[in-house]
Nanobody, 119 residues
Framework: QVRLEESGGGLVQAGGSLRLSCTAS????????MAWFRQAPGKERELVAS????????YYADSIKGRFTISRELRRNTIYLHINTPLSEDTAVYYC????????????WGQGTQVTVFS
């Protein structure tokens, strides 16, 4: 079984920066892709950014493009989300997810980490 553990959330001032981390542990882990999702109060969970494990290809949601950066560290089975110039609407619980080989979507999820942007 794969376990995903997020860290790095907390309070961040608008215009500041924050880095989220997600480390996978457990069984031998070679996903197709990993991603960051977020869910704000009263809203549905949305895909923020994803990265393909093999070649590092990235996807970004339009709402965060140019402000957030996703990266991976293969030897640590870790992905990062660098949050730059956050806005109040970026306040949400951020979840890490993984897509396994042969799976059609993201089936492994972390517990989430809260990010709160204040002015």
């Amino acid at each position: 079984q794969v376990r995903l553990e997020e860290s790095g959330g907390g309070l961040v001032q608008a215009g500041g920066s924050l880095r989220l981390s997600c480390t996978a542990s457990g069984r031998i882990f070679t996903p197709v892709a990993m991603a960051w999702f977020r869910q704000a109060p009263g809203k549905e969970r949305e895909l923020v950014a994803s990265i393909r494990w093999a070649n590092g290809d990235k996807y970004y949601a339009d709402s965060i493009k140019g402000r957030f950066t996703i990266s991976r560290e293969l030897r640590r089975n870790t992905i990062y989300l660098h949050i730059n110039t956050p806005l109040s609407e970026d306040t949400a619980v951020y979840y890490c997810a993984a897509q396994r080989v042969g799976a059609s979507g993201y089936g492994d999820w972390g517990q989430g980490t809260q990010v709160t942007v204040f002015s």
